[in-house]
C-alpha cells in the first residue's frame, strides 16, 4: 500500500510563513499530479495548488502570489510553501495525487490522499 504524510503545519501570526511537506511513501513507480487542498471549519474543501511532472502549476486566486508548490521526484515529496498568511488561511491542508503503485503482484493508479496538517493563523 501507499500512503501520504503531511507535515510543517502549526500556528503562525499573520504574515508569517510555513512550509508544509507531504511525503509518499511505498511500492510507488511515478506520482503523476500532486496538489494540496485545505478545509476550513465549516467550509467545503477548495483546491489550493497543483504541480504537473512538467513543473506548471496552478493556484486558487485567493493564494496566488502568496503560497508556491514544488516537488522532488527523488524523494516523492511535494510541497507548499505559503508566505503572507492571512487569517482565512487557517484550515487543514491536505495532499493528494494520481499514484501509480505496486501491490500484491499488480500494478494499480489510485487517488491517494493525506490525513491532513492543521495551519492556524492568528491576527
Known amino acids: 500500500q501507499v500512503q501520504l504524510v503531511e507535515s510543517g503545519g502549526g500556528l503562525v501570526q499573520a504574515g508569517g510563513s510555513l512550509r508544509l511537506s507531504c511525503a509518499a511513501s511505498?511500492?510507488?513507480?511515478?506520482?503523476?499530479?500532486p496538489g494540496w487542498h485545505r478545509q476550513a471549519p465549516g467550509k467545503q474543501r477548495e483546491l489550493v495548488a497543483t504541480?504537473?511532472?512538467?513543473?506548471?502549476?496552478n493556484y486558487a486566486d485567493s493564494v496566488k502570489g502568496r503560497f508556491t508548490i514544488s516537488r522532488d521526484n527523488a524523494k516523492n515529496t511535494v510541497y507548499l510553501q505559503m508566505n503572507s498568511l492571512k487569517p482565512e488561511d487557517t484550515a487543514v491542508y491536505y495532499c493528494?495525487?494520481?499514484?501509480?503503485?505496486?501491490?500484491?503482484?499488480?500494478?494499480?493508479?489510485?487517488?491517494?490522499w493525506g490525513q491532513g496538517t492543521q495551519v492556524t493563523v492568528s491576527s
Open positions: 493528494n495525487a494520481d499514484i501509480r503503485y505496486y501491490n500484491g503482484g499488480y500494478y494499480y493508479t489510485g487517488d491517494v
Open positions: 511505498g511500492s510507488i513507480f511515478s506520482i503523476k499530479a
Open positions: 504541480i504537473t511532472s512538467g513543473g506548471s502549476t
